[in-house]
Nanobody, 114 residues
């Protein structure tokens, strides 16, 4: 059974930074493409970034140039470094496979507020 756990969220001012981590049990994240998603209040969940098993990385236009996705295979984690945060980045952030094929974790809340 795959269990995903997101962490690293918090309250930050506009322009600040946070580093999110996605850890997993029951699966070796390095063998799969892993994506970060987010869901803002009253909105549908949206895709943020992907790192594929072969290393290809893609970002949503809204975060390109500000967010960086990376793997730490030794720790079985996928990280999301978020810089230059904006008010619109406020959301609960989740990780999952490319197809959302595993049970969703609880997510980690990111709040950008002055």
């Amino acid at each position: 059974q795959v269990r995903l756990v997101e962490s690293g969220g918090g309250l930050v001012q506009p322009g600040g930074s946070l580093r999110l981590s996605c850890t997993a049990s029951g699966v070796r994240l390095g063998e799969y493409g892993i994506s970060w998603y987010r869901q803002a209040p009253g909105k549908q969940r949206e895709w943020v970034a992907t790192v594929r098993s072969g290393g290809t990385i893609n970002y949503a236009d809204s975060v390109k140039g500000r967010f960086t996705i990376s793997r730490d295979s030794a720790k079985n984690t996928v990280n999301l470094q978020m810089n230059s945060l904006k008010l619109d980045d406020t959301a609960v952030y989740y990780c999952n496979g490319l197809a959302g094929q595993w049970a969703w974790g609880q997510g980690t809340q990111v709040t950008v507020s002055s």
